[in-house]
């Protein structure tokens, strides 16, 4: 096998264990000593879509390993920053789910500031 078919193989389990516990929460944690914990559960559903999608940007024919991480992290940040968020409206004295969101929020604005100035450098070095 090669890394390449290892790297898919592997992103067939990420969409399999997203799909798992975005959409069959209950019936996956009916058959865990864990139980059920929707937040936990959305939280590793989140962490294989961000994985998914790191592995898309880094398989891109032109990928430039740093930028392809920054969308795979910053996609990772917005979810995990909306996951949080609506846990904080929700019960708005979970200072963790506020700290979470206000971190994730930072991530992303890191995230996307990176994006564009790598964006900016494309345009100028094509000139």
């Not at 940040?77 to 700290?99: D, E, K, M, V």
Request: charge should be positive.
């Amino acid at each position: 096998m090669t890394p390449r078919s290892a790297v898919a193989v592997w992103a067939a389990g990420f969409a399999a264990a997203a799909v798992t516990q975005l959409v069959f929460p209950r019936l996956v944690s009916r058959a865990t000593r864990w139980g059920r914990n929707e937040g936990w559960q959305r939280e590793i559903g989140i962490w294989n879509l961000g994985t998914l999608t790191t592995i898309a940007a880094l398989q891109r024919r032109d990928a430039d390993p740093d930028r392809a991480l920054a969308v795979g992290v910053s996609v990772l940040s917005a979810l995990f920053g909306a996951n949080h968020l609506t846990a904080a409206l929700r019960s708005p004295w979970s200072w963790g789910n506020w700290a979470g969101a206000l971190v994730n929020a930072v991530g992303l604005t890191v995230g996307l500031g990176a994006l564009a100035s790598s964006v900016t450098s494309r345009q100028i070095s094509r000139r």
